[in-house]
């Protein structure tokens, strides 16, 4: 296993295309997160899975974004109609338990660029 | 209000020599994790230490320690005999009863030879 894999690694659309990112975590744990990085920003967190769950969802989570993770395996994260606003990068994480000293393990990402 | 604070938007170091980045933070919850992250420009976010807020002892891992001090709410990290290799973002953060972690803005570390 080599870690949480992001993909594509770069996309560029154009303004109101719709995009979709994945991501593949790391194969035993079984929360995933995803993130959103702007530059020279901390990550924002967006949302969260419990397995198959969806238990979490940030405000910054518009309705124009949507998140599945289909069996509590990979992940998808999906922006209709995108806004140069969210030009951005997305940050995938995973981690194995519920437990506060449990690290998060991070993917490389995926640098959008709307144009 | 701002739950984590990285008050320092860059610093420079000598190589081999120590250096601090401060963070502090808040919360009300007595049960809390702090965490530093490295982030070079491949863009990955890579876990460096570990901190509990019932943690007695200073956390430390290799080259990196934790000096946390619980009255101030400051968790800052050390970094012993530092390298070129460490030159990147290095973002703190804190997970408190849910399960998401919360970011600072960073500090951009430069090591010089």
């Known amino acids: 296993d080599t870690g949480v894999s992001q993909n594509p690694r770069h996309k560029i659309t154009k303004r109101g295309q719709n995009v979709t990112f994945r991501c593949d975590p790391i194969s035993e744990h079984n929360r995933l997160y995803w993130y959103r990085q702007t530059l020279g920003q901390g990550p924002e967190f967006l949302t969260y899975f419990q397995n198959e769950a969806q238990l979490e969802k940030s405000r910054l989570l518009s309705d124009r974004f949507s998140a599945e993770r289909p069996k509590g395996s990979f992940s998808t994260l999906e922006i209709q109609r995108t806004e140069q606003g969210d030009s951005a990068m997305y940050l995938c994480?995973?981690?194995?338990?519920?437990?506060?000293?449990?690290?998060?393990?991070f993917g490389q990402g995926t640098r959008l660029t709307v144009v | 209000a701002q739950k984590i604070t990285q008050t320092q938007p860059g610093m420079f170091v000598q190589e081999k020599e120590a250096v601090t980045l401060d963070c502090t933070y808040d919360?009300?919850?007595?049960?809390?994790?702090l965490f530093w992250y490295k982030q070079p420009s491949s863009g990955e976010m890579i876990f460096l230490i570990y901190q509990g807020s019932y943690d007695q002892q200073n956390a430390t891992e290799g080259r990196y320690s934790l000096n946390f001090q619980k009255a101030r709410k400051s968790a800052n990290l050390v970094i012993s005999a530092s390298q070129l290799g460490d030159s990147a973002m290095y973002f703190c953060a804190m997970r408190e009863d849910t399960d998401k972690l919360i970011f600072g803005t960073g500090t951009r570390l430069q090591v010089f030879p």
């Open positions: 919360t009300s919850d007595p049960s809390y994790g």
């Open positions: 994480a995973s981690s194995s338990n519920r437990e506060k000293n449990t690290e998060a393990f």
